[in-house]
């Protein structure tokens, strides 16, 4: 199950700053969440082969650098990080809440995109099937995959729901288009493999 990043009640950057001791633990409690929230993002990617693609897989706007590969957004967002605490360091509150809210929004998006690239394998792995291999296996393996697809869109559907800005909600339309691609060549393989157990078992 992904994880799910949101602010806790603890550093709502829109909540009134009473006087300078508040204001300090607003910001400790803040940096903490956003550290550990950054801090498991990058064991995730660790985990994964940090391999180029060739399609962007981010809003534009959500994103200011243009990568073909994971590690460069994680490096904005770690770019992003710093500048948070050198705004906080200068009282700058209305820069921390933007800055904040646009860390949130790109964990979210990144952590989202992390969460695919097992499907992706299995995708890869599937268009590697050789004829020979028990027809039974790849359909049990393709359902479990649907299953999974429509998982994942139901989330993102889920979620779209609750946005209330245009970059995370063009985000989150990009990303239900592509897993719904992946879900109808993943139903069309499964008609293929279906009609081939029927053939197969006509012929016995």
């Known amino acids: ?35 550990k929230q950054v801090s498991t993002l990058e064991k995730d990617l660790a985990s994964l082969p940090d391999t180029p693609f060739s ?13 073909h590969k994971l590690s460069g957004y994680m490096q904005e967002i770690r770019q992003n990080m ?8 200068d009282a ?17 998006a990144l952590k989202r995109e992390i969460s695919t690239q097992a499907l992706r394998k299995q995708e890869d792995k599937f268009s590697q099937r050789t004829k020979g291999q028990d027809l039974y296996q790849r359909l049990a393996e393709h359902q479990d995959y649907e299953r999974r697809l429509i998982a994942m869109i ?6 779209l729901n609750t946005q209330n800005t245009f970059t995370n909600q063009h985000q989150l339309q990009r990303e239900i288009a592509a897993l719904s691609g992946r879900l109808t060549r993943c139903r069309q393989a499964l008609m293929r493999i279906e009609k081939s157990i029927e053939k197969q078992e006509n012929a016995d």
């Open 154 to 159: 139901d989330d993102r559907e889920l979620q």
């Open 55 to 67: 399609t962007a897989r981010f809003d534009q706007a959500l994103f200011h650098h243009n990568s």
């Open 1 to 35: 199950m992904a994880t799910e990043y949101t602010l806790p009640n603890t550093m709502n950057v829109n909540k009134p700053i009473i006087n300078d001791n508040e204001m300090v633990m607003a910001m400790q409690n803040l940096f903490s969440a956003l550290e």
């Open 92 to 108: 700058r509150i209305e820069q921390v809440k933007f800055l904040a809210e646009r860390l949130v929004s790109q964990i979210e």
């Open 82 to 89: 710093a500048q948070l605490k050198v705004c906080a360091s």
